[in-house]
């Protein structure tokens, strides 16, 4: 991967060359993702980033681990990356997400930095298939997981089941930064 080749062409192009692998059309991916067919064509495109729970959804689906989407092709049995080199996939009004992990191939677990802006907007629910880990690094944090509130501060952690609907924001007026692992 080129250092200039930004996360969304990589994780398309992953995408794409594993759908066609399994001779699957953007609408049989669709029917088997609950996504819509226009939004995989953006997704396969690199014209959208997207939340990890929908390409969560999409790795499920094509029978792929999901930290394969992000890592670089080749047998590569550590990953050191610089904070300089983050990759960010996601912008959103609600995070800024960035992988740490994605020089490792064959991962079993997709590392990531979310930052939350301060006083952030009401985040969206987000659901998928897989179990996460959440610390938070710097500032304060509210977390709903189904109808349950966690309110957490730096050097708080919490492991869970994502199948259940979930989403954070930052509380007060400085932003708050998680290390979030999927697996």
Request: a positive charge.
């Amino acid at each position: 991967m080129e250092t200039e080749e930004r996360v969304e062409q990589l994780v398309a192009k992953k995408i794409r060359e594993a759908r066609r692998r399994r001779r699957l059309t953007l609408v049989q991916l669709s029917d088997q993702t609950k996504i819509s067919t226009p939004m995989l064509s953006k997704i396969e495109n690199a014209k959208v980033s997207s939340p990890i729970s929908v390409y969560a959804k999409i790795a499920k689906a094509l029978g792929i681990p999901l930290g394969e989407l992000f890592s670089i092709d080749g047998p590569v049995p550590i990953s050191f990356v610089k904070k300089n080199e983050r990759k960010e996939y996601t912008r959103t009004t609600s995070y800024i997400a960035e992988s740490i992990g994605f020089k490792k191939s064959h991962k079993k677990m997709e590392p990531f930095i979310l930052t939350y802006p301060p006083e952030g907007m009401k985040p969206t629910p987000n659901q998928h298939d897989n179990e996460e880990l959440l610390f938070v690094i710097e500032g304060e944090l509210e977390f709903r997981y189904g109808k349950t509130k966690y309110l957490l501060s730096p050097g708080d952690c919490l492991y869970f089941d994502a199948n259940v609907k979930h989403c954070a924001r930052a509380l007060g007026a400085r932003t708050a930064q998680v290390l979030i692992v999927e697996a």
